[in-house]
């Protein structure tokens, strides 16, 4: 299956700062990139959709300003947490597809901690 | 509006011994597509399969199988001779033709014990 990586697997930041995390296709190219996120015991959550080139399409209830998205290539996406909070500690997973209509693909995870 | 429900919130079963997850799915599209992922400890979710909607054909790939009845909007899971590595969570998602978003299950959470 398609490789899909994803960095830092874990950070530890303090309350204000800013986060960034990286995720890449590595085998393939992917129009379209995931964000997710994770309570403990809890199914995935969709956060928001983005395609490269283009502005990401966030779900409801999700702060544009503060969860900030970048697809500017065809393997990279990035997520900034800006001015983190402890309620923004979760585990935050992307996912990859070469096309709206192919299966995603899943990166390992990052799990943020937010003191 | 679409849903996936997996009633099973938890299984424990011995090793060896077979088990079955339940997916049930709703959606108004005739075209759509489901997923089953595992999601072990470590957290990365393993692709497991696709199956689209106009494919019926039960699939076995080694110890899993999977069964899928649109007529009772179903598509479970099933591992036989189950392994301790088989532990995980295990999530059943849908998406829908037109749209290019995943909607999740709640997930099971399986335990083989040893």
């Known amino acids: 299956g398609a490789v899909v990586s994803q960095h830092p697997s874990r950070v530890i930041c303090k309350s204000g700062t800013s986060v960034k995390i990286e995720c890449r296709s590595l085998d393939f190219q992917a129009t379209t990139m995931f964000w997710y996120r994770q309570f403990p015991k809890q199914s995935l959550m969709l956060m928001a959709t983005?395609?490269?080139?283009?502005?990401?399409?966030?779900e409801q209830g999700v702060e544009k300003d503060k969860f900030l998205i970048n697809h500017a290539s065809l393997t990279l996406s990035t997520l900034t947490v800006t001015s983190a909070h402890p309620e923004d500690s979760s585990f935050y997973i992307c996912s990859a597809s070469s096309g709206p209509t192919d299966t995603q693909y899943f990166g390992p995870g990052t799990r943020l901690t937010v003191l | 509006a679409q849903k996936v429900t997996q009633a099973q919130t938890e299984i424990s079963v011995v090793e060896k011994e077979d088990v079955t997850l339940d997916c049930v799915y709703e959606?108004?599209?005739?075209?759509?597509?489901l997923f089953w992922y595992k999601q072990p400890p470590s957290g990365e979710l393993v692709f497991l399969i696709r199956?689209?909607?106009?494919?019926?054909q039960n699939e076995i790939s080694g110890r899993y199988s999977w069964n899928f009845q649109k007529s009772t909007s179903s598509f479970n899971f099933t591992i036989t001779a189950s392994q301790v590595v088989d532990s995980a969570v295990y999530f059943c998602a849908l998406r829908e033709n037109r749209d290019d978003k995943i909607i999740f299950g709640k997930g099971t959470r399986l335990h083989i014990l040893p």
């Open positions: 959606t108004r599209d005739t075209t759509y597509y």
């Open positions: 983005s395609n490269e080139g283009s502005k990401a399409t966030y």
């Open positions: 199956r689209n909607s106009f494919d019926e």
